[in-house]
């Protein structure tokens, strides 16, 4: 159980094209979402909280109109890098919290992350 | 605002030998605190966490970890490694109420395992 996915794994586009990426929670739904970017050899870096049918809250120098997220259902969470450009290369993953659902910890649970390549 | 340093960048131990990986944290109120592990190709995986309570605490794969409140830290440990458990291994710790708060992760610490 507790299994998150996200899609695609990996994206090549070109400069100036949009990007979209998604994160289900394939057998829990998830009150809330978070995405999270990660440059090579740091840490995670949050950069928003998702809750389904809210806006996102995003953190401090996060640009909301560049990196749009959209929690349209409660197993769904698209996360739209729009006019990609070099400098948002990087490895972006999600998480999902299940709440107090039964058989699941109440902690966040991860996706396998989606490598973002601007050229 | 809370932070996390992991001071260890990368660590070698050979397979069979213990393993201790550090972690100090920065948060004003009781902390939440995770470790997590990070494989090629695989999303981070829970290993252990303290909320409260028994301040050492037992997770998978024989790790174990023990709160210091007066030391700020949460040092992950395992008396024996073996060559799977070679990984990037981040310590966490949880800010605001309740298991969902955000989180902030330290730098990660890469374990290589020597046979």
């Known amino acids: 159980g507790a299994v998150v996915s996200q899609h695609p794994s990996w994206v090549i586009c070109k400069s100036g094209t949009s990007v979209k990426i998604e994160c289900r929670s394939l057998d829990f739904q998830a009150t809330t979402m978070f995405w999270y970017r990660q440059f090579p050899k740091q840490s995670l870096m949050l950069m928003a909280t998702?809750?389904?049918?809210?806006?996102?809250?995003?953190e401090q120098g996060v640009e909301k109109d560049k990196f749009l997220i959209n929690h349209a259902s409660l197993t769904l969470s698209t996360l739209t890098v729009t006019s990609a450009h070099p400098e948002d290369s990087s490895f972006y993953i999600c998480?999902?919290?299940?709440?107090?659902?039964?058989?699941?910890?109440?902690?966040?649970?991860f996706g396998p992350g989606t490598r973002l390549t601007v050229l | 605002a809370q932070s996390v340093t992991q001071p260890d960048i990368h660590i070698t131990v050979s397979e069979g030998a213990s393993l201790e990986l550090r972690c100090n944290y920065s948060y004003g109120a009781t902390p939440y605190l995770f470790w997590y592990v990070q494989s090629p190709g695989q999303g981070l995986q829970l290993l252990l966490k303290y909320f409260s309570g028994d301040t050492l605490v037992q997770g998978i794969k024989g790790f174990e970890a023990e709160f210091k409140r007066s030391q700020s830290s949460f040092n992950l440990r395992k008396p024996s490694v073996h060559w799977s458990d070679a990984a990037e291994y981040f310590c966490a710790v949880g800010a605001g109420t309740g298991t969902a708060s955000k989180l902030t992760f330290g730098t990660g610490t890469r374990l290589q395992v020597t046979l």
């Open positions: 998480s999902a919290f299940p709440g107090l659902a039964e058989g699941f910890t109440d902690t966040q649970y």
């Open positions: 998702s809750n389904e049918g809210s806006k996102a809250t995003y």
